[in-house]
């Protein structure tokens, strides 16, 4: 009995002892596995330093980039590398604000080449720090323990670059803030002038055909005195040309134009301030179409005063022909071109430089003014006027002005440099430079006396005519009549008093009242014409005064006037 009961107590005290034991290995086996772990750690860790520092000096040297390779900070245990990678993030910060301040210089091409050059210099001191042989070999290229001095001494230099870096931004930051905003002002300054361009372009061409165009109240006119001439043809037949017409004695205009209100409004301002209109005569031509609509109007309302008009058509003057005038050879031609090429569309793209203008500034309406001795071949001087104009004044003066055996009276339009004939002419082609002066003074058509007896003798229709021929391709001027007018009477030109005639009632506002009411004719050139709607208020009641206002079909057609 008492065997059993000690046998099973040294059972039961060898099961304990057998289980702490086993506890006891385990966590011997633990903890060298621990250690096993450690040292392999520490042993990687050790041997990878060295290229771990070359790679981090390598990567400050070089200055391109931010990042720094770091490492444990309980195994990297030496603080002053820590410091280290702080002065080089602030220095490369700095250096990348001091190359953006550079690059707006270069951007917005400033003035400012000593900060430009300073934004650069101190970039690169930025960077020739670590290029020191002190800094280099004892902070990137050392594998033990920085050097706190020569650390200190290396955080001041780049604090002091910092520093001025700061103070530079600061005093130039306002000033290129200030250039950026003009820079913007600038090219919203040039967009905004770009589209003023092109509204001036667009204006340009509506008024060019607001000028050009037939107002409705023009042609219903023209209508209505067409009907009235088929209606009673017994009241409008031809009538025997008069003496008064060849009479080189009397005052004699020649107006060439297809509108009927304005030739009577030229007209009718002459005589009804001329002394004796019975003396004047009025050579009225116009084309083939408005030849009847022109004779019934002067049929019905007879010119005041006795004074004569003769209305005839461009094609009753047979010497006007292809053959002898160049000018309708061009005409042809260039209709022919302008037509077969199909570019009307192109004709509204410009409205400066379109071929329907050119043709227009070709009619020979306006280039009949350069056959006045073949027209009239009987008299010996004659007034031209554009249909354009308004008289104030008696004009018989101008007959009397001694000419001094030149062709051509007319009032001089050039001032300072503008309306010279380098204006109107090219003066880049040899003919026209080593014939004309380009300072030479231009003159104005609308109003000149002409001497026909000293323009047959100067041949002055045979100098237009080659010089015609010669700008079939208008290398010498561009088109209108006043260029070749300019070469045809050059040095044959007397000047007249300015008061004779004043320009400008078509396109300047701001012409002075004493200068126009001084004005013995007032010229409405410009595409402002007085019976357009277009045209400037504070000078159209000094053409709508000769309007014949009690002419019957004016007021059918509501002519505003």
Not at 313 to 339: C, G, H, T, W
């Amino acid at each position: 009995m008492a065997v059993a009961i000690r046998g099973a107590r040294g059972g039961g005290s060898g099961g304990v002892g057998a289980g702490f034991r086993s506890c006891f290995s385990y966590r011997i086996f633990v903890s060298a596995m621990f250690s096993l772990l450690f040292i392999a750690t520490a042993t990687v860790l050790l041997t990878t330093r060295p290229s771990t520092t070359h790679q981090h000096s390598r990567r400050f040297r070089s200055g391109g980039n931010a990042y720094m390779h770091r490492t444990f900070v309980a195994l990297n245990s030496d603080p002053l590398k820590t410091r280290l990678d702080l002065i080089y993030r602030q220095a490369n910060d700095h250096i990348t604000l001091v190359k953006a301040y550079a690059a707006y210089a270069r951007k917005l091409k400033l003035d400012i080449s000593r900060q430009l050059k300073m934004f650069d210099d101190l970039a690169k001191n930025f960077s020739d720090i670590t290029s020191k042989p002190r800094y280099k070999s004892t902070l990137f290229e050392t594998d033990g323990n920085l050097d706190e001095d020569v650390l200190r001494q290396f955080e001041k230099e780049v604090k002091d670059r910092v520093k001025f870096a700061r103070l530079l931004i600061a005093e130039s930051k306002e000033n290129y803030d200030n250039q950026l905003k003009i820079q913007k002002l600038k090219d919203t300054i040039f967009a905004v002038r770009e589209l003023l361009g092109k509204a001036k372009k667009n204006g340009a061409f509506a008024s060019s055909i607001a000028a050009k165009s037939i107002p409705k109240s023009l042609h219903c006119l023209a209508m209505r005195l067409v009907e009235e001439r088929i209606s009673h043809p017994e009241k409008y037949k031809e009538d025997l040309p008069k003496s008064e017409f060849e009479d080189p004695d009397l005052y004699h205009y020649a107006i060439f134009s297809d509108n009927v209100i304005a030739v009577s409004v030229v007209v009718r301002s002459v005589v009804k301030n001329a002394e004796e209109p019975w003396k004047h005569v009025f050579h009225v031509v116009t084309d083939r179409m408005n030849l009847a609509a022109m004779k019934v109007w002067f049929k019905m309302r007879p010119v005041e005063g006795g004074a004569h008009v003769e209305v005839r058509a461009l094609e009753d003057y047979k010497f006007m022909n292809s053959a002898y005038v160049p000018v309708l050879r061009q005409i042809e031609s260039a209709k022919q071109r302008f037509y077969l090429e199909h570019k009307m569309e192109n004709a509204t793209k410009d409205g400066s430089n379109m071929k329907f203008r050119y043709l227009e500034h070709m009619s020979m309406l306006n280039h009949l003014r350069f056959y006045l001795p073949e027209m009239y071949p009987k008299l010996h001087k004659i007034l031209f006027l554009d249909d354009d104009v308004v008289v104030q004044k008696d004009l018989t003066g101008l007959w009397k002005i001694d000419l001094s055996g030149k062709v051509n009276g007319a009032v001089e339009t050039c001032f300072g440099s503008f309306h010279r004939f380098s204006q109107y002419l090219n003066f880049s082609h040899p003919l026209i430079r080593e014939r004309f002066n380009p300072k030479a003074c231009a003159w104005a058509y609308g109003m000149n006396i002409f001497d026909l007896d000293a323009w047959r003798r100067k041949k002055c229709t045979e100098t237009y005519h080659n010089w015609q021929i010669l700008n079939v391709d208008r290398a010498l001027w561009k088109s209108g009549t006043l260029p070749p007018g300019l070469i045809t009477f050059y040095s044959l030109t007397k000047s007249l008093d300015k008061s004779w005639h004043v320009l400008g009632l078509g396109y300047n506002p701001s012409i002075s009242m004493d200068v126009i009411n001084n004005a013995a004719v007032i010229h409405y050139n410009g595409n402002m014409k007085p019976w357009l709607d277009i045209a400037m208020n504070q000078y159209k009641n000094l053409w709508t005064k000769y309007v014949d206002n009690d002419m019957e079909f004016l007021q059918t057609c509501n002519f505003g006037v």
